[in-house]
Structure formats: structure tokens, C-alpha cells
């Protein structure tokens, strides 16, 4: 029988904090994305864009440049939405609605 090392060196951190991504529907991501400028022509390397996702409610999705290229193929641009939270609502106190 082996014994184990005294020392066992923990994994690196791997984990990547993407908010409720994983919940928001493929489709109002989609819509998000096409509201975008054009990637290559856009200043900022990251956007914020708020929707309503269904079920999920209002969301505020995070988009990041994505550069990349194909073998011997010239280089793209594209949006790449890394994180999305919830927006919480706010009720207008003098109409009574959000």
C-alpha cells in the first residue's frame, strides 16, 4: 500500500465567475449581441447591455472583444458575452410601478 503525500499541491483555480449566464436563454443573448456595434469598429473592449430574458427577468449581460483567426486566414472580431446578473427592479414610488 502506497501512503499518500504529506503535501498535496491543490489545483489551480479554475473557477470563473460568469453570474446566472448559464440561466439566461441562448436566444435573448442573441438579441442582446445584435444590438452591438460592429466589433472591429468599436472603441471599447467591453459593453453592458440590459434586457428583459423571459423567465430569467431583467438581465445585464457583459460582453468582451473576442479576437481570433483561422490558420492562415486574417484575424476577426467578434462580442463574446462573459457575465450576466440580475437587475433588480425599482418601483417608482409616485406612480406605483416599476
Same mark, same amino acid.
Given at each position: 500500500?502506497?501512503?499518500?503525500?504529506?503535501?498535496?499541491?491543490?489545483?489551480?483555480?479554475?473557477?470563473?465567475?460568469?453570474?446566472?449566464?448559464?440561466?439566461?436563454?441562448?436566444?435573448?443573448?442573441?438579441?442582446?449581441? =445584435? &444590438?452591438? /456595434?460592429?466589433? @472591429?469598429?468599436?472603441?471599447?473592449?467591453?459593453?453592458r $447591455?440590459?434586457?428583459?430574458?423571459?423567465? %430569467?427577468?431583467?438581465?445585464?449581460?457583459?460582453?468582451?472583444?473576442?479576437?481570433?483567426?483561422?490558420? =492562415? &486566414?486574417? /484575424?476577426?472580431? @467578434?462580442?463574446?458575452?462573459?457575465?450576466?446578473?440580475? $437587475?433588480?427592479?425599482?418601483?417608482?414610488? %409616485?406612480t406605483?410601478?416599476?
Amino acid at each position: 500500500m502506497t501512503q499518500a503525500p504529506e503535501h498535496i499541491t491543490p489545483l489551480p483555480d479554475t473557477h470563473v465567475d460568469n453570474g446566472i449566464l448559464a440561466r439566461v436563454p441562448g436566444e435573448y443573448i442573441a438579441k442582446a449581441s =445584435r &444590438s452591438l /456595434p460592429d466589433p @472591429a469598429c468599436a472603441t471599447e473592449d467591453e459593453r453592458r $447591455v440590459e434586457i428583459d430574458a423571459g423567465w %430569467a427577468g431583467r438581465v445585464r449581460l457583459t460582453f468582451k472583444k473576442h479576437r481570433y483567426s483561422r490558420a =492562415r &486566414s486574417k /484575424p476577426y472580431v @467578434a462580442w463574446l458575452c462573459k457575465h450576466a446578473e440580475p $437587475v433588480a427592479l425599482t418601483l417608482d414610488v %409616485a406612480t406605483g410601478e416599476n
